[in-house]
């Protein structure tokens, strides 16, 4: 969509004829239309159809998911994820959100790094190889594969200097024992990992299968570091 845009702009500026300018700039306006934009409004309405204050979402942090959705616009236009770092690790703080057919498919606990916060709370977060961190911000899903943790998906960061380094660090999604109801009702809240967002070993496989490949993810905090540094906090 952008190619074809810059190619009309540039089109519209090299004519010399203003009759064909004009037609050029009218398809631009046409064309941009066709790249999803998300209001307040229409956040709010569909917040509310998935039900995600029931599940402990608040409604700022799907709004400001959406709102990056909409600017980034994925190439997987069909799911969005959500790891809500805001809530404590013992919350199903994880969302698998269908955009098609506007539900929420999976609702699981995601871990945190082991660095970032011991008794279940976040309370740090980094970008720097070996810290053991979780990283904030957008990413976008990337190629699965079988390593360590077994069926794992690659997550390329998109923001600079907040999780650029993702790939880098081996920041993938991968299943873990340690990410179940069983560790939460021993513990009081889940397992740590080394950076990753870990999820529930029975839903790993299902979740990679359906956003593999350039769908958006945000690993949120409501921190005011990060959205002071990110240019999408900034924005929105």
Same mark, same amino acid.
Not at 37 to 54: G, P, Q, R, T, V
Not at 145 to 161: A, D, H, Q, R, V
Not at 209 to 230: F, H, R
């Given at each position: 969509? !952008?190619?074809?845009?810059?190619?009309? !702009?540039? =089109?519209?500026?090299?004519?010399?004829? @203003?009759?064909?300018?004009?037609?050029?700039?009218?398809?631009?306006?046409?064309?941009?239309?066709?790249?999803?934009?998300?209001?307040?409004?229409?956040? !709010?309405?569909?917040?509310?159809?998935?039900?995600?204050?029931?599940?402990?979402?608040?409604?700022? #942090?799907?709004?400001? @998911?959406?709102?990056? $959705?909409?600017?980034?616009?994925?190439?997987?236009?069909?799911?969005?994820?959500?790891?809500?770092?805001?809530?404590?690790?013992?919350? !199903? %703080?994880?969302?698998?959100?269908?955009?098609?057919?506007?539900? #929420?498919?999976?609702? /699981?606990?995601?871990?945190?790094?082991?660095?970032?916060?011991?008794?279940?709370?976040?309370?740090? $977060?980094?970008?720097?190889?070996?810290? &053991?961190?979780?990283?904030?911000? $957008?990413?976008?899903? /990337?190629?699965?594969?079988?390593?360590g943790n077994g069926f794992s998906l690659k997550l390329?960061?998109?923001?600079?200097?907040?999780?650029?380094?993702?790939?880098? %660090?081996?920041?993938?999604?991968?299943?873990?024992?340690?990410?179940?109801?069983?560790? #939460?009702?021993?513990?009081? %809240?889940?397992?740590?990992?080394? =950076?990753?967002?870990?999820?529930?070993? /029975?839903?790993?496989?299902?979740?990679?299968?359906?956003?593999?490949?350039?769908?958006?993810?945000?690993?949120?905090?409501?921190?005011?570091?990060?959205?002071?540094?990110? &240019?999408?906090?900034?924005? $929105?």
């Amino acid at each position: 969509m !952008k190619t074809i845009i810059n190619k009309l !702009k540039s =089109g519209s500026q090299n004519n010399k004829g @203003a009759g064909l300018a004009k037609h050029s700039a009218s398809w631009l306006v046409i064309l941009s239309s066709l790249i999803p934009h998300f209001s307040h409004a229409s956040n !709010k309405k569909l917040y509310e159809k998935l039900n995600l204050k029931s599940l402990n979402l608040k409604y700022e #942090v799907f709004d400001y @998911a959406m709102k990056g $959705f909409g600017e980034i616009n994925p190439p997987n236009q069909k799911y969005l994820a959500i790891n809500d770092y805001s809530q404590h690790s013992s919350q !199903k %703080r994880f969302y698998l959100i269908n955009l098609e057919t506007q539900e #929420v498919e999976i609702n /699981d606990y995601v871990a945190h790094g082991k660095h970032s916060g011991y008794n279940g709370n976040t309370k740090s $977060f980094s970008n720097v190889e070996n810290s &053991k961190q979780t990283s904030l911000g $957008f990413y976008l899903t /990337d190629k699965p594969y079988y390593g360590g943790n077994g069926f794992s998906l690659k997550l390329k960061g998109l923001e600079k200097g907040i999780n650029d380094n993702a790939m880098k %660090r081996y920041i993938v999604m991968h299943g873990a024992s340690y990410v179940s109801d069983s560790w #939460v009702d021993k513990h009081g %809240r889940i397992g740590r990992s080394w =950076g990753c967002p870990a999820i529930s070993k /029975d839903n790993i496989k299902e979740v990679i299968n359906k956003i593999e490949g350039g769908t958006l993810m945000l690993s949120y905090s409501d921190k005011a570091d990060y959205l002071n540094k990110s &240019k999408y906090g900034q924005m $929105f």
